[in-house]
Nanobody, 119 residues
Framework: QVQLAESGGGLVQAGGSLRLSCAASGRTISSYRISWFRQAPGKEREFVASLNWSGTMTTYADSVKGRFTISRDNAKNTAYLQMNSLKPEDTAVYYC????????????WGQGTQVTVSS
C-alpha cells in the first residue's frame, strides 16, 4: 500500500510561484507513473501533469504548459510540481496520483493541497 501526502499549497498573488510536493510512504514509488490533477470548486477533477517512472517523459495540460514543471526524486520517494506565473484560474485543490505502468487507473491518491491565486 502506498500513502501519498501533498504539501506546499497556499495563497499567492497572480504571477507568483509555488512548489508542491507529493511524498510517498509505505512503498517505493520509483516504478510508478506520478501525475498531478486539480479540482476547482464546481468543476470536475482535471489532469495537470504526468511523469513516467524514470522522469524522462512528461506530459502537461495545455493550460499549464510552459508554466508548470513536474519532477521526481526517487531517492526521496517524492514528486514535485513547480508552478510559476500563476493565474487566478489555477486556483484549485491539487492532488497527486500514482499508478503502475501496467494499470489503466490511478491506484493511490493524496488528500490534496489547496492553491489559491489572488488577482
Amino acid at each position: 500500500q502506498v500513502q501519498l501526502a501533498e504539501s506546499g499549497g497556499g495563497l499567492v498573488q497572480a504571477g507568483g510561484s509555488l512548489r508542491l510536493s507529493c511524498a510517498a510512504s509505505g512503498r517505493t514509488i520509483s516504478s510508478y507513473r506520478i501525475s498531478w490533477f486539480r479540482q476547482a470548486p464546481g468543476k470536475e477533477r482535471e489532469f495537470v501533469a504526468s511523469l513516467n517512472w524514470s522522469g524522462t517523459m512528461t506530459t502537461y495540460a495545455d493550460s499549464v504548459k510552459g508554466r508548470f514543471t513536474i519532477s521526481r526524486d526517487n531517492a526521496k520517494n517524492t514528486a514535485y510540481l513547480q508552478m510559476n506565473s500563476l493565474k487566478p484560474e489555477d486556483t484549485a485543490v491539487y492532488y497527486c496520483g500514482a499508478r503502475q505502468v501496467s494499470s489503466s487507473s490511478y491506484e493511490f491518491w493524496g488528500q490534496g493541497t489547496q492553491v489559491t491565486v489572488s488577482s
